[in-house]
């Protein structure tokens, strides 16, 4: 059908194939009724005008290539999966929905315009070349992305000026594609309501993202395996998790709210703005680095900081009687940890209440200072912990047809020690009940 106006619905048995070569308008009254195996093109260069579908489309895929235009009007619901390719462009000007995979590759690109709304059910691929943009006001809530994950030239981009959700995992690689979100109001979200842990489990690879605002909810948890500054201001929400690998530094507030949990690298900062901690967070700091080769706190921030929650030390450096900890460094602060736990060497040596400026707790003190906080060890030698664990990193891998899917984790490079929130770390967090307790607390 050439340049036409659909008046009627179109039914696709077996593995039929609908093409449509001209600029073509499906109406909310003409949908396709394809079966599993059938399928839809779109297939007119850009020159034919743009195809609009504020339809029911059903079919095994809808594919747009050859440089067509195809625009999702409000209504338009995509039964099936979305491929786009050889320089098409598919743009979202309402509210519309795909249920099955979206792929972007070939140098296509997927446009959520001002005011749209689009809602992928299932996987969201972007392959080298390719392009997902989300204007000012739009948004886009997708199951999962994966960026550059296909062979092709260049970098791909995912371009955000409104605000992208993903439910599930979103691998952050500045080497395979480039995520800019830097207007004041654009957002970047980790929502962790994925359907099963791991699958809400993200990566962050060493890089530079202008990302104005980044949060993670649900039971997201992000893990930097390198070092990465974020332009932006950091939120973790509800029981989110951001463990640093290596060296964090983000332009704006760090803020971490609900349940979340932060955890610092072994021997680099998380580095921010301001800092506030609500009162059910936990802060962990992974003290891997003998005390007199650290030359940075496990948090450093430019401005105040807010203390509340759990402070908790993993330990597994080399101790020695009168070894200081530089925990946090500030400008300024108010409130204070309620609460502090200890662990050496994966068992859990003691737990404190605070709310003070210095407390004891067995063989720790901790003194939280107007512009930092320490933990001084006064017990006898202790010798570091093996330096072999399991990854909590986790990757993507491409099969053949395109489809990305979650791998098993790769070895990583730290300490031993669990992750925060894990069982293993929140079982030797309740064993504490039959560790030493020592607590007392002087002004």
Do not use: M
């Not at 995979?101 to 390719?130: C, D």
């Not at 450093?300 to 597994?316: K, R």
């Not at 990854?391 to 491409?398: A, E, L």
């Amino acid at each position: 059908s050439t340049g036409a106006s659909g008046a009627a619905a179109f039914t696709l048995a077996g593995d039929a194939t609908l093409t449509f070569d001209g600029a073509f308008a499906l109406a909310a009254e003409c949908g396709v009724a394809g079966s599993a195996e059938a399928e839809v093109e779109f297939a007119a260069a850009a020159e034919a005008g743009t195809s609009t579908v504020a339809a029911a489309v059903s079919a095994k895929v809808v594919r747009v290539r050859n440089g067509a235009n195809v625009a999702l009007a409000g209504g338009a619901k995509v039964s099936g999966e979305l491929a786009a390719d050889a320089a098409a462009q598919v743009s979202v000007s309402g509210e519309a929905s795909v249920s099955g995979a979206v792929a972007v590759t070939g140098g296509a690109a997927l446009v959520v315009k001002s005011a749209g709304k689009l809602a992928a059910a299932a996987a969201v691929s972007v392959a080298k070349g390719a392009a997902v943009h989300v204007e000012a006001d739009g948004e886009a809530t997708v199951e999962s992305l994966a960026c550059g994950t296909a062979a092709g030239e260049g970098t791909a981009s995912v371009q955000v000026a409104g605000a992208l959700t993903v439910n599930g995992r979103f691998n952050l690689d500045a080497a395979a594609c480039t995520v800019a979100a830097a207007d004041a109001a654009a957002s970047v979200v980790f929502a962790g309501s994925a359907e099963g842990e791991a699958a809400a489990h993200s990566s962050v690879a060493a890089g530079t993202y202008a990302i104005a605002n980044v949060a993670a909810r649900g039971h997201a948890k992000l893990v930097t395996s390198g070092d990465v500054v974020l332009n932006g201001a950091v939120t973790l929400e509800a029981d989110a998790q951001l463990e640093a690998r290596a060296a964090l530094e983000t332009s704006g507030a760090l803020a971490v709210k609900g349940k979340a949990q932060l955890r610092a690298a072994s021997d680099k900062a998380i580095r921010c703005a301001s800092a506030s901690f609500d009162a059910t967070t936990r802060f962990t700091a992974n003290l891997a680095t003998a005390a007199e080769a650290r030359t940075e706190a496990s948090l450093e921030a430019q401005g105040a900081v807010a203390l509340a929650g759990e402070l908790n030390i993993d330990v597994t450096a080399a101790l020695k009687t009168g070894d200081k900890f530089v925990l946090a460094k500030y400008a300024s602060k108010t409130g204070a940890f309620a609460s502090y736990a200890v662990s050496v060497n994966g068992e859990v040596k003691t737990t404190a209440s605070s709310g003070r400026r210095r407390t004891t707790a067995g063989d720790w003190e901790f003194e939280e200072g107007e512009t930092e906080t320490t933990a001084t060890y006064n017990g006898g030698d202790v010798t570091a912990a093996p330096t072999t664990v399991a990854s909590t990193i986790p990757k993507d891998t491409t099969t053949a047809d395109g489809t990305t899917t979650a791998a098993g984790d790769a070895p990583a490079d730290g300490p031993a020690a669990d992750a925060p929130g894990s069982s293993a770390s929140l079982a030797r967090l309740a064993s504490a009940a039959v560790a030493l307790v020592v607590v007392a607390a002087c002004a």
